[in-house]
């Protein structure tokens, strides 16, 4: 299974439009993140896990022209904004699987009403197909797929396990009960903001704790903003087994 950080930055991006922080103007490529979203692959199956603002753009980097389905971890605009992009992808293979929690649906509906239209429907518009995922197991494409539901403030987010790898953004807090999910996981992919605390985001600290809790064979940060630091100080910082993700980083499982 091979696994693509389409985008690793926060719900502005890097660099923030007019910010003259010093992370902001690095010239380091590892410095400059998308919002944050995954491809998962494997067989002759590609998924990917959100399809925030810049979704374009991951696609056309990655030289991607088919993808299986998307699916929401939930329904904040870094993570849905790029819904309309998908129908370059529709006019060539056809209606789009979504997947996500009924409320996300729900909200997409709202934002997205044109694409939902069951009369008059503008002949342009994207195709989907939606399928509403509870917080048990899944089939995709032959692989069972298993949510994990974690808090984000006072939203409720999936993060999603395939096999012995795991993704989980926009976490603050995991309830007990789906921390058994998590058991004898090798890859764990996880949030981490920036150095001080945030309300509805793991710091970097905070992910380093759970890192360790959930004691993976390696782990990746990503959903990170400018106030992290800059990509190559902050990764000799970190345990041996620890990583910044960056966009466009391949890693197979």
Same mark, same amino acid.
């Given at each position: 299974?091979?696994?693509?950080?389409?985008?690793?930055?926060?719900?502005?991006?890097?660099?923030?439009?007019?910010?003259?922080?010093?992370?902001?103007?690095?010239?380091?490529?590892?410095?400059?993140?998308?919002?944050?979203?995954?491809?998962?692959?494997?067989?002759?199956?590609?998924?990917?896990?959100?399809?925030?603002?810049?979704?374009?753009?991951?696609?056309?980097?990655?030289?991607?022209?088919?993808?299986?389905?998307?699916?929401?971890?939930?329904?904040?605009?870094?993570?849905?904004?790029?819904?309309?992009?998908?129908?370059?992808?529709?006019?060539?293979?056809?209606?789009?699987?979504?997947?996500?929690?009924?409320?996300?649906?729900?909200?997409?509906?709202?934002?997205?009403?044109?694409?939902?239209?069951?009369?008059?429907?503008?002949?342009?518009?994207?195709?989907?197909?939606?399928?509403?995922?509870?917080?048990?197991?899944?089939?995709?494409?032959?692989?069972?797929?298993?949510?994990?539901?974690?808090?984000?403030?006072?939203?409720?987010?999936?993060?999603?396990?395939?096999?012995?790898?795991?993704?989980?953004?926009?976490?603050?807090?995991?309830?007990? $009960?789906?921390?058994?999910? @998590?058991?004898?996981?090798?890859? !764990?992919?996880?949030?981490? =903001?920036? %150095? *001080?605390?945030?309300?509805?985001?793991?710091?970097?600290?905070?992910?380093?704790?759970?890192?360790?809790?959930?004691?993976?064979?390696?782990?990746?940060?990503?959903?990170?903003?400018?106030?992290?630091?800059?990509?190559? $100080?902050?990764?000799?910082? @970190?345990?041996?087994?620890?990583? !910044?993700?960056?966009?466009? =980083?391949? %890693? *197979?499982?």
């Amino acid at each position: 299974m091979k696994i693509t950080f389409l985008g690793t930055g926060t719900s502005q991006g890097i660099p923030i439009i007019g910010s003259s922080h010093p992370v902001c103007l690095s010239k380091n490529p590892k410095d400059k993140r998308l919002r944050v979203s995954i491809m998962v692959e494997w067989d002759k199956f590609k998924y990917v896990i959100d399809c925030g603002p810049d979704f374009r753009q991951q696609m056309l980097r990655e030289n991607c022209s088919k993808i299986d389905g998307v699916l929401f971890t939930h329904e904040h605009s870094d993570h849905v904004a790029g819904l309309d992009d998908i129908r370059a992808l529709c006019y060539r293979h056809g209606g789009m699987n979504i997947y996500a929690h009924k409320r996300v649906i729900k909200s997409i509906k709202k934002r997205f009403d044109y694409i939902f239209e069951t009369e008059n429907k503008y002949p342009g518009a994207p195709e989907v197909v939606v399928n509403i995922i509870e917080n048990r197991p899944f089939l995709l494409s032959g692989m069972e797929v298993i949510p994990i539901s974690v808090d984000h403030h006072f939203v409720q987010v999936f993060g999603f396990r395939f096999n012995d790898f795991v993704y989980l953004t926009d976490v603050k807090s995991v309830p007990t $009960e789906e921390m058994e999910k @998590l058991k004898k996981v090798k890859v !764990l992919v996880v949030n981490a =903001l920036r %150095i *001080t605390p945030h309300i509805s985001h793991f710091n970097l600290d905070e992910a380093l704790n759970f890192i360790e809790q959930v004691n993976p064979e390696k782990a990746y940060l990503t959903h990170i903003s400018h106030l992290l630091g800059f990509h190559d $100080e902050v990764e000799k910082q @970190l345990p041996n087994n620890v990583f !910044l993700a960056y966009d466009g =980083l391949q %890693i *197979t499982v």
